[in-house]
């Protein structure tokens, strides 16, 4: 099932069908930090089901204008040292990792 928006600017070319989100959703890796906007994989696995349907209109808005917002591209990089017995005043012996937003992954 599909929810239609009564637009002209959508139109079936740009649909995004919720149970798709919903599905996406459910593959989220739980466990995992909160980004900068707080939320965690749970928060968005545990929702109400309309949820979904609020999402697949938000992806299909940013798809039809062409517009992402800022804060989807917003991060967090955090250095971690590769090993425990390396030195930590060597920038080679850090990998990087970036907490993103979990509605942007």
């Known amino acids: 099932m599909t929810y ?3 637009s002209g600017a959508l139109n ?6 919720h149970s798709l989100v919903d599905e996406m959703i459910r ?7 909160a980004g900068l ?7 968005l696995v545990f929702s109400h089901p309309i949820v979904c349907v ?3 209109l938000l992806f299909r808005f940013i798809a039809v204008y062409r517009f992402v917002p800022d804060d989807f591209g917003a991060g967090v990089v955090i ?11 060597v920038s080679d012996n850090y990998r990087a990792i970036t907490i993103s937003p979990c509605m942007c992954l």
């Open 4 to 6: 239609i928006v009564s």
């Open 12 to 17: 079936s070319s740009h649909s995004f069908i």
């Open 27 to 33: 593959e989220l890796k739980r466990g995992k930090t």
């Open 37 to 43: 906007d707080g939320f965690m994989a749970e928060h």
């Open 54 to 56: 609020l999402l697949s």
């Open 79 to 89: 250095p971690l040292l590769k090993s425990e017995n390396l030195d930590s005043t």
